[in-house]
């Protein structure tokens, strides 16, 4: 039989053992939401207002709002899904169109454009005939960000529905919204009767009131868009030779089974070649410039010059995806200098203030038909700017401080080298180095130690 102090002590043993493994998990595992937390409110909200009846149903107009700040809908664009209610069909639309007309059999004489129970709607392309627009179609999918181009951020099509109620007592809201943006990554909530959606004419002198109207909220997760990083960070600075490169393999590997032939040599003859064959094809999935990340777009953060008062900073963008050119491109970055941000040069600048009175993220973005265009790889497929801060009472060249806590590009969080791995002063007489191993062993140590007091 064990006496009570066996007990005690493996009673600590167990507590300790629970706090090691948690203190653990820290470092082992990473957590993946949907909020962000420099774009708190930001969501793409799509609106659906019945602006009249039918014999056998009503005609809506539906729109898409995004009030992401910095966030796009990219080429191919957005597909659009929900499941009807009740047997529903349409008959008409203008500005998109569904991908399958489904099984109209039943019908005689006219036929429905879709009679799927899920249809799937997608955007008309630039050129469609105007009789086939209204306002803010036709753009292929693609909506810009809220914040770079607010004239942009939403598109809209219009849709005539049948074998639905017709006054808003019977009439049944759709279900299971699904946003592609243009692949995965938006989670829909249900659809919400709100307040009906007021239109003023263009002349300012009269309102006119939709007959009803619902809302869909989707908001994004990277993890759910794309479970492996799409962009990565290296580092420099004038003060120490070291050039740190993105993290090796940061997007994948070159020598990945799973994805052969994946990246492309720069140097190989046939690159023209290939690179052109890929231009004509709508394949949109990366194919990247052979690198020891893998990485379609990295981010350059150079500390280029040091002054009394100010410092000077350095970015440039490689895109390094043959099949992707990035217009429209942004960037988001969040460093503690950015209230004392005093000039920049070739990129439009705008101050986010995600924590209120706190100044610290910029979003930064080319200057139109200059270098909003981010070209494919090649030697055209950069773009670059330089930033000037001033100086305040935090300022400090030691322990990585003039170096980004955090980049995005067009939304998505770019992987950051390891903070024991940027450059470092010179004159410093020691590095702290803070390693795995070094914290294994002193866990350990501490092991040791309550063993030893048993």
Request: proline residues 7%.
């Amino acid at each position: 039989m064990m006496d009570s102090s066996c007990f005690r002590s493996l009673s600590k043993f167990t507590t300790f053992a629970i706090s090691l493994l948690l203190f653990l998990s820290c470092f082992s595992f990473t957590t993946t939401e949907a909020y962000d937390a420099l774009d708190p409110n930001g969501n793409i909200t799509i609106k659906w207002d019945v602006i009249s009846w039918t014999p056998d149903g009503y005609v809506a107009v539906v729109t898409m709002f995004n009030f992401q700040q910095y966030r796009h809908i990219q080429a191919p664009g957005w597909t659009l899904g929900w499941t009807w209610a009740k047997k529903e069909v349409i008959w008409s639309m203008v500005g998109a169109q569904t991908t399958e007309q489904g099984d109209c059999s039943r019908f005689k004489g006219n036929t429905p454009h879709c009679c799927k129970k899920d249809p799937t709607t997608v955007d008309l392309l630039p050129g469609t005939p105007y009789n086939q627009q209204i306002a803010n179609c036709c753009k292929g999918g693609v909506i810009n960000s809220w914040v770079q181009d607010p004239a942009n951020a939403a598109s809209s099509f219009q849709v005539s529905v049948g074998a639905a109620g017709t006054t808003n007592k019977t009439v049944r809201v759709p279900k299971n919204f699904t946003l592609r943006a243009p692949g995965p990554g938006y989670t829909c909530g249900p659809a919400k009767i709100v307040k009906p959606t007021q239109f003023t004419t263009p002349d300012g002198r009269r309102v006119t009131q939709a007959m009803m109207t619902w809302n869909v909220t989707c908001t994004y997760s990277q993890f759910l868009a794309q479970k492996t990083p799409t962009c990565c960070v290296s580092l420099s600075s004038f003060y120490n030779d070291t050039i740190v490169p993105c993290p090796t393999c940061t997007c994948g590997c070159q020598a990945n089974a799973t994805h052969p032939g994946s990246c492309v040599d720069p140097d190989a003859p046939h690159l023209a070649s290939v690179v052109a064959d890929h231009g004509k094809s709508n394949n949109f999935a990366p194919l990247v410039q052979c690198t020891s990340h893998m990485c379609p777009i990295r981010v350059h953060w150079h500390v280029k010059l040091n002054y009394k008062e100010y410092w000077r900073v350095k970015v440039t963008i490689t895109n390094f995806n043959y099949r992707m050119n990035y217009t429209l491109w942004n960037l988001v970055v969040q460093h503690p200098n950015f209230d004392n941000l005093t000039q920049i040069f070739s990129f439009n600048y705008k101050p986010l203030t995600p924590y209120q009175a706190i100044n610290d993220t910029a979003m930064l973005w080319g200057v139109k038909f200059y270098n909003d265009f981010l070209m494919q790889a090649g030697p055209f497929g950069n773009v670059q700017s330089e930033l000037l801060f001033q100086k305040d009472n935090s300022f400090t060249f030691d322990k990585g401080w003039a170096f980004p806590q955090r980049i995005y590009f067009n939304g998505d969080n770019c992987v950051m080298p390891p903070p024991d791995s940027y450059p470092y002063l010179p004159n410093a007489g020691s590095r702290r180095d803070i390693s795995i191993v070094a914290l294994v062993t002193a866990l350990l140590s501490s092991l040791a130690f309550f063993f030893a007091r048993l």
